[in-house]
């Protein structure tokens, strides 16, 4: 199956301050995922990255907040912007390949 | 827009038990249907999945799942359940022509007694 490098794997971080995330796969992949699992809860997608446009936000996440880079079919980043207690939360990318959806493990954002 | 719901929020029940996990979604189509495991502290672990054909799907660590189309429900079993099954559980929905995305249900919490 697919192998998916993140990191940092977690962090705090200073309110108002921003943080970026990496996100490596093995294998070419048209489009890579973003979600967010808050303490407690599911995750939610935050977008869909396509490479060579612009990422899909869904309702509630924007680009400000949430920019989004896709520089090559292996590579993502995910920067949390101006960061607040409430960021605080687990940010996982992810990628569809023929076993399915195969996840990072995650990157741990604490905000104080 | 498609759902996922999963009714039980927490479930215990003793080591050696028997184990279901219901999981019911919201679509018009056929979904491809996912159950992730998530340790504490870790990230998703796929148990198993459902794109077509058997409707009765194997998973990992004697997990089985079955799709019953007329109910909209992809329930998890486990005959047996051990104390290392402990964890939150995951019911998950894709439909391809929605940009691959997964669509998660809200997550059982599994605690096992001894």
């Known amino acids: 199956s697919a192998v998916i490098s993140q990191k940092p794997s977690r962090d705090i971080c200073q309110r108002g301050t921003s943080l970026t995330i990496q996100c490596q796969v093995d294998?070419?992949?048209?489009?890579m995922f973003w979600y967010r699992q808050q303490p407690g809860q599911s995750l939610t997608l935050i977008a869909t990255?396509?490479?060579?446009?612009?990422?899909?936000?869904e309702s509630g996440f924007v680009i400000d907040k949430f920019p989004i880079s896709r520089p090559n079919l292996t590579f993502s980043t995910l920067t949390v912007s101006n960061m607040s207690p409430e960021d605080s939360s687990i940010y996982l990318c992810?990628?569809?390949?023929?076993?399915?959806?195969?996840f990072g493990s995650g990157t741990r954002l604490t905000v104080v | 827009a498609q759902s996922v719901t999963q009714p039980d929020i927490h479930i215990t029940v003793s080591e050696g038990a028997s184990l279901e996990l219901r999981c019911n979604y919201s679509?018009?189509?056929?979904?491809?249907l996912f159950w992730y495991v998530q340790s504490p502290g870790q990230g998703l672990q796929l148990l198993l999945k459902?794109?077509?054909?058997?409707?009765l799907v194997q998973g990992i660590k004697g997990f089985e799942a079955e799709f019953k189309r007329s109910q909209s429900s992809f329930n998890l079993r486990k005959p047996s359940v051990h104390w290392s099954d402990a964890a939150e559980y995951f019911c998950?929905?894709?439909?391809?022509?929605?940009?691959?995305?997964?669509?998660f249900g809200g997550g059982t919490r599994l605690m096992v007694k001894p």
């Open positions: 992810a990628r569809t390949d023929n076993y399915g959806y195969t």
């Open positions: 294998s070419q992949v048209t489009m």
């Open positions: 990255a396509n490479q060579g446009s612009e990422a899909t936000y």
């Open positions: 679509y018009g189509a056929t979904p491809y």
């Open positions: 459902y794109f077509s054909g058997d409707t």
């Open positions: 998950a929905v894709g439909f391809n022509n929605a940009g691959n995305m997964l669509t």
